[in-house]
């Protein structure tokens, strides 16, 4: 027998026993590591798109699925950029030796959408003028893949932007002109655009 205190207060089964059962670490390293889980698909991972979309209403705004005549005009932008902005710049203001500008061309800003709708139908071919500018390309009917709502949603979008203010074009009247002008040969320069009556 020792004179030890401590002998007094732990026997030597107490000093075995693990004072924190095993399974708890065992447990706590399993609700890490579904946390991690979990964070890692659904967090974003701190991407400001996932924590802060809107840093200004303009941007909120932009996020807003749209109706109407705002929608109808989104998909003109959208089919725009796809197809025309390429030639005819991405704010219409044209491209030198490629394709003239639709910003405030008198041939885009007429009462009657008959022209607009059968340039991109029939495509343009020879001596224009725009805004005072000589031009003698040729345009492909670039219009003739899009169905009746896309052209003439394109068409409202080059109508009512970049300060062009002519009115909208509907579906209807890109489906009427489409089944009047069916195999007709490209516009002929400015001529041929000037038959068009308005
Ligand atoms: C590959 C190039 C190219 C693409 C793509 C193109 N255009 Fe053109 N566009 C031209 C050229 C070149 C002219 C002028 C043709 C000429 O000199 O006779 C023209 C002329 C025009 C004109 C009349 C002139 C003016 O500037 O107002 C309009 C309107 C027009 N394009 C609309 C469109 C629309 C709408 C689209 C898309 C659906 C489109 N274009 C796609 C090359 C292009």
Redesign the pocket.
Known sequence: MSNDPKDDLQTPEQSKASPVPVWIFAAMLLVLFGSGVYFDRHSGWFDAQVYAPYRTSAELEAYQPKSGAAAFFAEGQR??SI??A???GDNGQ?KPG?????AD?E??NTSSSKR?EQ??QLG?????H?KGEA??????A??VG?SDSD?AA??TY?RGSWGNTASPVTDDDVKAMRALVAGHPPIN?EAGLKAIKE
Not at 98 to 102: R, S, T
């Open positions: 089919q725009y197809i025309c390429s030639c005819h044209g490629q394709a003239p500008p639709l061309s041939w885009v607009v340039i991109p343009l071919t020879g001596l224009i725009v031009w003698n390309l040729q345009m492909a670039m219009g899009l052209l394109v068409l080059i320069g």
